[in-house]
């Protein structure tokens, strides 16, 4: 019997419509038009969401499918009066949508790019030709429209379609580390991401990925285009201070530092400045974090996209309303601590039964990774799985009596309230301070 979740092995009118619009889509987002769709970077980001969509089809498949309609398409162009091509069933359901894609003819910008080039007898090719460098130096504000020739919107709706999208760091601490790690475990290259910091005290483990570092917040702007603010909350308003002339319309700021609101960058930020609150959490060292952001007024949903898929690596990425981003604080990048606390408790556990400290420090910390990937990736709810290993008169149930004699719900409870409370005290003292 056949998967229902895998369509079947002929291309369907459904399949076959979705596969135009995301091409469409990713094309016509690049100021192409349909003859340049043949970059196989493009089919691999098609593949994704056709499989997302429950379409498993191979990159080869995908991009045997679209010479079919291309073919199709040129016999059309050729022969108008002739009949339908039958090579591809059903081409009149395909054929508006094909005229749109090949025949937008947006301009390119690129030396020796034309858009009336006829690419039939170069669909395979896997160049990149209409692809620009990206600016070296601060911009002035007349240099903005460039940003939109040379394609800054379709890498913000895609990254991985262009490896010269530039990162810039402001702060080198773990949470800086950890999210360059993901980042750089995507298509990112490490000689398109610079970080800065006022010491080198932690700019080594960044050189050793491969990483520019320097000493200048102005310099990390101006070669960038998202940029990541790191560093104290009591910080960001002087930085953003030093930077905000350099800030233009192609760039996305992103800051890391808890309790400081958008409405307080957006502030401290140019007028219409793409501005995104991101939390992310200490397991991003190890490309297991949680991270949670909210977009200002001025970002789009592409720049979501951007940012979802510039991190993806990091550990489980979530957009929600800013109201969320202090809750998650207190439960995900405070909480860790909390999870520390209560492992080092059931080692400490283990060693006044008398099992040996390292011992007892490695099996605590295997239980409670062992236990995270299982909540996680079982979908039940904790109570269901707490339940299934308890039984009746048993070691877990006496266990867990003693725990709830101790408070152990409540308290944990309370300790998100508290870290939630402190991080939006934060939001409260860096918005006073930014109007200062």
């Given at each position: 019997?056949?998967?229902?979740?895998?369509?079947?092995?002929?291309?369907?009118?459904?399949?076959?419509?979705?596969f135009l619009e995301i091409l469409k889509e990713l094309d016509m987002k690049k100021c192409l038009d349909g003859r340049k769709v043949r970059n196989t970077?493009?089919?691999?980001?098609?593949?994704?969401?056709?499989?997302?969509?429950?379409?498993?089809?191979?990159?080869?498949?995908?991009?045997?499918?679209?010479?079919?309609?291309?073919?199709?398409?040129?016999?059309?162009?050729?022969?108008?009066?002739?009949?339908?091509?039958?090579?591809?069933?059903?081409?009149?359901?395909?054929?508006?949508?094909?005229?749109?894609?090949?025949?937008?003819?947006?301009?390119?910008?690129?030396?020796?790019?034309?858009?009336?080039?006829?690419?039939?007898?170069?669909?395979?090719?896997?160049?990149?030709?209409?692809?620009?460098?990206?600016?070296?130096?601060?911009?002035?504000?007349?240099?903005?429209?460039?940003?939109?020739?040379?394609?800054?919107?379709?890498?913000?709706?895609?990254?991985?379609?262009?490896?010269?999208?530039?990162?810039?760091?402001?702060?080198?601490?773990?949470?800086?580390?950890?999210?360059?790690?993901?980042?750089?475990?995507?298509?990112?290259?490490?000689?398109?991401?610079?970080?800065?910091?006022?010491?080198?005290?932690?700019?080594?483990?960044?050189?050793?990925?491969?990483?520019?570092?320097?000493?200048?917040?102005?310099?990390?702007?101006?070669?960038?285009?998202?940029?990541?603010?790191?560093?104290?909350?009591?910080?960001?308003?002087?930085?953003?201070?030093?930077?905000?002339?350099?800030?233009?319309?192609?760039?996305?700021?992103?800051?890391?530092?808890?309790?400081?609101?958008?409405?307080?960058?957006?502030?401290?930020?140019?007028?219409?400045?793409?501005?995104?609150?991101?939390?992310?959490?200490?397991?991003?060292?190890?490309?297991?974090?949680?991270?949670?952001?909210?977009?200002?007024?001025?970002?789009?949903?592409?720049?979501?996209?951007?940012?979802?898929?510039?991190?993806?690596?990091?550990?489980?990425?979530?957009?929600?309303?800013?109201?969320?981003?202090?809750?998650?604080?207190?439960?995900?990048?405070?909480?860790?601590?909390?999870?520390?606390?209560?492992?080092?408790?059931?080692?400490?556990?283990?060693?006044?039964?008398?099992?040996p400290s390292v011992l007892a420090h490695s099996i605590a910390s295997q239980t409670v990774l062992g236990a995270g990937r299982l909540l996680r990736d079982?979908?039940?709810?904790?109570?269901?799985?707490?339940?299934?290993?308890c039984t009746p008169g048993g070691t877990t149930i006496y266990g867990l009596h003693t725990l709830e004699q101790g408070g152990v719900r409540a308290a944990?409870?309370?300790?998100?309230?508290?870290?939630?409370?402190?991080?939006?005290?934060?939001?409260?003292?860096?918005?006073?301070?930014?109007?200062?």
């Amino acid at each position: 019997m056949e998967d229902s979740g895998i369509k079947k092995q002929n291309w369907d009118v459904k399949e076959t419509e979705l596969f135009l619009e995301i091409l469409k889509e990713l094309d016509m987002k690049k100021c192409l038009d349909g003859r340049k769709v043949r970059n196989t970077k493009l089919f691999k980001v098609a593949h994704r969401r056709m499989t997302a969509a429950g379409y498993h089809r191979s990159v080869d498949q995908l991009k045997f499918r679209w010479k079919l309609l291309k073919s199709a398409y040129y016999k059309f162009k050729r022969e108008p009066d002739s009949p339908a091509p039958t090579k591809i069933q059903g081409w009149w359901r395909y054929e508006k949508t094909m005229i749109a894609i090949m025949e937008a003819r947006r301009p390119l910008v690129a030396a020796g790019v034309h858009s009336d080039r006829n690419d039939e007898q170069t669909e395979d090719s896997d160049g990149d030709a209409s692809m620009l460098p990206w600016p070296q130096h601060c911009p002035d504000n007349t240099s903005q429209s460039l940003d939109l020739i040379v394609g800054m919107v379709t890498i913000k709706m895609d990254p991985e379609m262009d490896s010269q999208l530039k990162i810039g760091f402001i702060g080198a601490g773990n949470m800086a580390f950890g999210i360059a790690k993901g980042i750089l475990s995507g298509s990112v290259l490490p000689v398109n991401v610079k970080v800065s910091a006022p010491s080198a005290r932690n700019l080594g483990r960044f050189q050793e990925l491969g990483v520019a570092v320097s000493h200048s917040n102005v310099e990390v702007v101006c070669g960038s285009d998202v940029v990541f603010i790191a560093v104290k909350p009591h910080l960001v308003p002087l930085v953003l201070t030093e930077i905000s002339q350099y800030v233009t319309d192609r760039h996305v700021i992103v800051s890391v530092a808890a309790g400081v609101t958008l409405a307080t960058l957006e502030e401290l930020l140019p007028e219409n400045a793409v501005a995104i609150r991101l939390m992310p959490n200490l397991p991003c060292l190890v490309q297991e974090g949680a991270l949670l952001f909210a977009r200002g007024s001025h970002a789009k949903q592409e720049d979501g996209t951007l940012l979802r898929s510039l991190l993806h690596h990091c550990g489980l990425v979530e957009e929600g309303p800013e109201a969320w981003i202090d809750i998650h604080t207190g439960l995900s990048g405070s909480g860790v601590a909390f999870v520390y606390l209560f492992a080092e408790a059931l080692a400490e556990g283990a060693v006044k039964m008398g099992m040996p400290s390292v011992l007892a420090h490695s099996i605590a910390s295997q239980t409670v990774l062992g236990a995270g990937r299982l909540l996680r990736d079982s979908g039940k709810h904790p109570a269901q799985l707490r339940s299934e290993v308890c039984t009746p008169g048993g070691t877990t149930i006496y266990g867990l009596h003693t725990l709830e004699q101790g408070g152990v719900r409540a308290a944990t409870m309370s300790a998100v309230e508290s870290a939630t409370e402190r991080a939006r005290e934060l939001g409260r003292k860096s918005a006073a301070g930014s109007r200062k």
